[in-house]
């Protein structure tokens, strides 16, 4: 009996945890980056462009920089000179957004990226833009950080984690996934 009660107990909480489904965005998704061998996505605009790529986890928010969607951005000459690390040296580029509850300075933090070629290397952001806000008992810190890293046509995924606090979010490449899974059905 008290092994029915624990199914039973387990069950519930799945049934929960389906019904109130996930708490966000996943922090990872498929996206085509410009890169040689690759054709660049289109987009309407710069919003859409920018949200393809961006990824969002717990306390991270990260935007891959890519030609796709930063060529919305205004003057190709100004676009150039405002995002030099990606475009004149190739590097993996983000614009991030973190979100914690102490009191944080990016630029004295490390990031990783990691690919799926095995590669994984540490990076500091140079420079953070203004001073850490608190809003809603969270301070919001923005940055961009560039690692000497050139996306390939041969990768499949990478990611970048803030080791502080273990959060990562993730951008996967070539072919476009398959559908994704139904949701779960309906309790009774």
């Not at 952001?125 to 046509?153: K, N």
Request: with cysteine.
């Amino acid at each position: 009996m008290p092994r029915l009660v624990c199914l039973l107990g387990l069950l519930a909480l799945s049934l929960a945890a389906c019904r109130s489904g996930p708490s966000g965005p996943p922090p990872t998704g498929w996206v085509q980056p410009t890169v040689a061998g690759r054709q660049p996505m289109e987009f309407s605009g710069l919003q859409e462009g920018r949200e393809a790529f961006t990824r969002r986890s717990d306390s991270m928010t990260a935007v891959l920089e890519d030609a796709s969607w930063l060529r919305f951005e205004g003057d190709p000459a100004c676009v150039e000179a405002n995002h030099r690390a990606y475009f004149q040296y190739g590097y993996t580029t983000f614009q991030v957004e973190l979100r914690s509850r102490e009191f944080t300075r990016p630029t004295q933090e490390q990031f990783v990226l990691e690919d799926s070629s095995g590669l994984r290397t540490p990076g500091k952001p140079v420079q953070f833009q203004g001073s850490p806000e608190l809003v809603d008992d969270r301070y919001f810190s923005t940055f961009t950080i560039a690692f000497r890293h050139t996306i390939s046509a041969e990768l499949q995924w990478i990611r970048l984690t803030r080791p502080l606090d273990g959060t990562w979010v993730e951008w996967r490449f070539g072919v476009e996934p398959a559908e994704p899974c139904a949701p779960c059905p309906p309790a009774r």
